[in-house]
Antibody
């Protein structure tokens, strides 16, 4: 079955970076995008960007451009999201989510369990 | 301000039906033909419940249905059950297909 398993909770100081991983299994890895979504405490879902797992091409929300980098390791079927220059309002749960490549439908059919990141001095 | 707007909260009694709207409010959103809906229980990851406006993934109850008229998509939950109490988010995409958007979310309370 399809699984997206994320790395564990992180605690970081302001100005530091965090790297969250998302291990995919149960499907053809390169047939999909992986998107990253942020959810601050008590808030809604905020789309951060995607990586095409076939080509490695990325697209980021303007809000995160310059601070976020998404990469993938095809042999390990793992995707990484690196967020730099952390601020206290980056405290959130980060989710990875899958979307199929090459179709005209846009939706996230499987999600990771979420990785809480706390930014505090 | 989100490109998609939803009511902050809705409520209903068990057995009733409720509808949650999702309105496209700016032109950043594309042709709005592929609208999706997600259910999120507290402390859990979101779960896809509708895609392409009206389609249900396998395993999702047929009590969940969707529709769209012009710039507003709607999620209807019929025969409300206590387990439906959750946050609901709509999603769509940009004109160039590169960006994705979520609505601000709607908290459903089952009275």
């Amino acid at each position: 079955q399809v699984q997206l398993v994320q790395s564990g909770a992180e605690v970081k100081k302001p100005g530091a970076s965090v790297k969250v991983s998302c291990k995919a299994s149960g499907y053809t890895f390169t047939g999909y995008y992986i998107h990253w979504v942020r959810q601050a405490p008590g808030q809604g879902l905020e789309w951060m960007g995607w990586i095409n797992l076939n080509s490695g091409r990325t697209s980021y929300a303007q809000k995160f451009q310059g601070r976020v980098t998404m990469t993938r390791d095809v042999s390990a079927t793992t995707v990484y999201m690196d967020l730099t220059s952390l601020k206290s309002d980056d405290t959130a749960v980060f989710y990875c989510a899958r979307e199929k490549i090459g179709v005209t439908s846009y939706y996230f059919d499987h999600w990771g369990q979420g990785t809480p990141v706390t930014v505090s001095s | 301000q989100s490109a998609l707007t939803q009511p902050a909260s809705v409520s209903g009694s068990p057995g009733q039906s409720i509808t949650i709207s999702c309105t496209r409010i700016n032109t950043d959103v594309g042709d709005y033909t592929s609208v999706s809906w997600y259910q999120q229980h507290p402390g859990k990851a979101p779960k896809l419940i509708l895609y392409d406006v009206t389609n249900r993934p396998s395993g999702v109850s047929d009590r969940f249905s969707g529709s769209k008229s012009d710039n507003t998509a709607s999620l209807t939950i019929s025969g409300l059950q206590a387990e439906d109490e959750a946050d609901y988010f709509c999603g769509s995409y940009s004109i160039n297909r590169d960006l994705r958007f979520f609505g601000g979310g709607t908290k459903l309370t089952v009275l």
